[in-house]
């Protein structure tokens, strides 16, 4: 996103992620939706989701009219499946409010049930005309949901 400005289409942009940080300054500025499919409060203590948003942020053309969705999921579990089940919960929030845009900066690697339950939520997403885009790990790890078909894929 850095490289130039886009426009939307009025749509809101969806982050799964660390939450977004509420008292940031432009957030004042655009309509925030939380969402509530994985966890009831949005608020950052991480401060990775509120960085992608002002990436996202700064680079709109139309900054006034932006709607984001923010969509928390835990950071304080080390298990992958605890990541996973939350990332699935997301997903589905999101297709059951037909998002049409995701930012997922966030990965964990798994080799089980949970990747294929990802995978088809994710498919589900794409025939509905969703697009996903999702970071790498920090460490080039190869991590779902960055690795799955379907998936516009970020280094």
Same mark, same amino acid.
């Given at each position: 996103?850095? &490289?130039?400005? @886009? ?12 939450? %977004?940080? !509420?008292?940031? +300054? ?27 948003? &002002?990436?996202? @942020? ?12 923010? %969509?928390? !999921?835990?950071? +304080? ?27 997922? &900066?966030?990965? @964990? ?12 939520? %994710? ?33």
């Amino acid at each position: 996103f850095n &490289s130039m400005p @886009f426009h939307h289409m009025n749509l809101p942009y969806t982050i799964i992620d660390s939450g %977004i940080n !509420v008292n940031y +300054d432009c957030i004042r500025q655009v309509h925030m939706v939380e969402g509530h499919a994985v966890k009831e409060i949005c608020t950052d203590t991480y401060g990775h989701g509120t960085a992608m948003f &002002s990436i996202i @942020f700064y680079n709109l053309v139309n900054k006034e009219d932006a709607k984001f969705i923010s %969509i928390r !999921v835990c950071m +304080d579990s080390e298990e992958n499946d605890e990541w996973g089940k939350e990332l699935l919960y997301a997903l589905r929030y999101c297709k059951e409010n037909k998002v049409d845009l995701i930012n997922i &900066s966030l990965g @964990f690697q798994t080799c089980n049930e949970l990747k294929k339950q990802i995978a088809d939520e %994710i498919t589900a997403l794409n025939r509905q005309g969703c697009i996903i885009v999702a970071a790498i790990h920090p460490h080039l790890k190869i991590t779902l949901p960055w690795s799955l078909e379907g998936v516009v894929r970020v280094f």
